[in-house]
Structure formats: structure tokens, C-alpha cells
């Protein structure tokens, strides 16, 4: 059975757990050191947040029945991640002016490929369990066949 997923029941599963990402991400901090971050680096954020949202509404949204599935789900977190990670911190090239790839592409996926690979498994994991109690089964349609 093909799952019946929304785009509602789809946003409704991946929105809350992209907050609750980032509030993971803060919780590194103490509440003034995580302020402190925020403050620091307004714009990188900014658009690693909004490219985030762009995958998501972009890609999760027309993909969402094939999110159904653990795995996919997880899948779709570790692109989400990245492309933030990504996005984020080549932003940063541009505020610094500094053009070094190492310093702000590599090394922060290094970081993930050992700090963020299992927070983005769990959230993929949860994104999916979420989306699968929110979202029905499609049922199978019954053929009616008319007597001769």
C-alpha cells in the first residue's frame, strides 16, 4: 500500500523536529554562550536556516510519500543537515572574505561526520515515526463491476 501523505502531515512531523535540532545544537552552549553564537553570526545562520527550509519545501514536500520509510527519513536528515552545514558556513566565506574551502566547507562536514551523524539518525528516525502516525495508509479502491 502506497502511504497517503499530506503536505500538512508532512510539515507537521519535519518542522518540529528541525526546531528541536536546533535547540540541541544551542544546548552545547550555556544560555549565554549559546546568545553569544547567535549574535555573533546572525547572517550564517540565517541562511543555513532558510536553506534548510528550501529543502524541505522544495525537496521533502514533492518526495514526502517516499519519506514513508525509516531509512528514507534518515536519509532526508543527513541531506538536510548538510545542505545546512553547507550553506551556512560558505556564507561565511563571503562575510569574511575569505576564500578558504578547508576552513569552511571541509572541516565543518568532518565535524558532522562525527558529531551529527547520529543526532541527524535519531531525528530522521523520529521525523519519520512522527510522520507515520499523522499520515493513513492509502486504502485500496474497490472495483464496482456492473451486471450484464
Known amino acids: 500500500m ?9 510539515r507537521r512531523a519535519v518542522y518540529p523536529i528541525l526546531g528541536l535540532s536546533w535547540f540541541v545544537l ?3 552552549y550555556n544560555p549565554k554562550g549559546a546568545l553569544e553564537f547567535i549574535a555573533s553570526c546572525p547572517i550564517q545562520i540565517s541562511v543555513g536556516c532558510a536553506v534548510m527550509i528550501l529543502v524541505i519545501e522544495f ?8 519519506l514513508y520509510h525509516f531509512g ?4 532526508f ?3 538536510l543537515f548538510i545542505a545546512g552545514i553547507v550553506s551556512g558556513f ?4 563571503l562575510v569574511d572574505g575569505v576564500f578558504n574551502l578547508k576552513r569552511y566547507v571541509l572541516q565543518p562536514l ?3 561526520s562525527f558529531w551529527g551523524v547520529l543526532p541527524a539518525a535519531i531525528f530522521g528516525l523520529i521525523g519519520t515515526a512522527i510522520l507515520r502516525s499523522t499520515s493513513k495508509a492509502a486504502r485500496p479502491t ?3 463491476l456492473k451486471r450484464p
Not at 2 to 10: C, G, L
Request: positive net charge; proline residues 8%.
Open 2 to 10: 502506497k502511504p497517503n501523505v499530506t503536505p500538512e502531515a508532512f
Open 26 to 28: 544551542l544546548g552545547f
Open 59 to 66: 525537496v521533502g514536500v514533492p518526495q514526502r510519500a517516499r
Open 72 to 75: 528514507a527519513g534518515m536519509l
Open 77 to 79: 536528515a543527513f541531506f
Open 90 to 93: 560558505s556564507s561565511s566565506m
Open 110 to 112: 568532518y565535524f558532522f
Open 142 to 144: 474497490t472495483l464496482h
